[in-house]
T-cell receptor, first 115, second 121 residues
């Protein structure tokens, strides 16, 4: 079993739809959770991050973490064609010292928002 | 602020040839990472540098891959000899100097370059 599982999709939705992207993980040592967005032929860029369970909102994006279920989600409201990209969840284990934080990524979900 | 620079952007080689990739991190970033991203997969860490020292190279196939970060700034990743399964995007990332406290991993955000797309024929 992989440490981080993410459905690769592809996921295709009409413009304006609410998008739900999810990851599950098996290692309870993961304490920090991120979502990266990767446009075609570009490097990943950090979209949102969170440390604790609960919700975090930033504009049209909401990140949700449920540590008891080892389940994280990213919701996109009023999706736009410019949101078409691959969304990667990433996690960091409990910090062990400055400068050593390593990301473990999911496979990424490819999202297409159709105008 | 200039981002992470990588070159070349694309490279096509035949198996058993050698290839080198270059990365220039964001100015002042102490930590540098090399990732391999195979098509349809998330990035996988190959090696992590802190200044010019190696922090972790446990997933680097050392029989064919090597990396260095001279003077704690630029870095090169080399593959010699290349295999078909090395076809991937090689991403470089950098993060700012360390902080302390429970929020530290979130403050040391990794910034990724555009990657080098390698095709081994």
């Amino acid at each position: 079993q992989k440490e981080v599982e993410q459905d690769p999709g592809p996921l295709s939705v009409p413009e304006g739809a609410i998008v739900s992207l999810n990851c599950t993980y098996s290692n309870s040592a993961f304490q920090y959770f991120m979502w990266y967005r990767q446009y075609s032929r570009k490097g990943p860029e950090l979209l949102m991050y969170t440390y604790s369970s609960g919700n975090k909102e930033d504009g049209r994006f909401t990140a949700q973490v449920d540590k008891s279920s080892k389940y994280i989600s990213l919701f996109i409201r009023d999706s736009q064609p410019s949101d078409s990209a691959t969304y990667l969840c990433a996690m960091i284990r409990t910090a062990t010292g400055a400068g050593s934080y390593q990301l473990t990524f999911g496979k990424g979900t490819k999202l297409s928002v159709i105008p | 602020e200039a981002g992470v620079a990588q070159s070349p952007r694309y490279k096509i080689i035949e198996k058993r040839q050698s290839v080198a990739f270059w990365c220039n991190p964001i100015s002042g970033h102490a930590t540098l990472y090399w990732y391999q991203q195979i098509l349809g997969q998330g990035p996988k860490l190959l090696i992590q540098f802190q200044n010019n020292g190696v922090v972790d190279d446990s997933q680097l196939p050392k029989d064919r891959f090597s990396a260095e970060r001279l003077k704690g700034v630029d870095s090169t990743l080399k593959i010699q000899p290349a295999k078909l399964e090395d076809s991937a995007v090689y991403l470089c990332a950098s993060s700012p100097p360390g902080t302390s406290g429970p929020q530290a991993p979130l403050k040391e955000t990794q910034y990724f370059g555009p990657g080098t797309r390698l095709l081994v024929l």
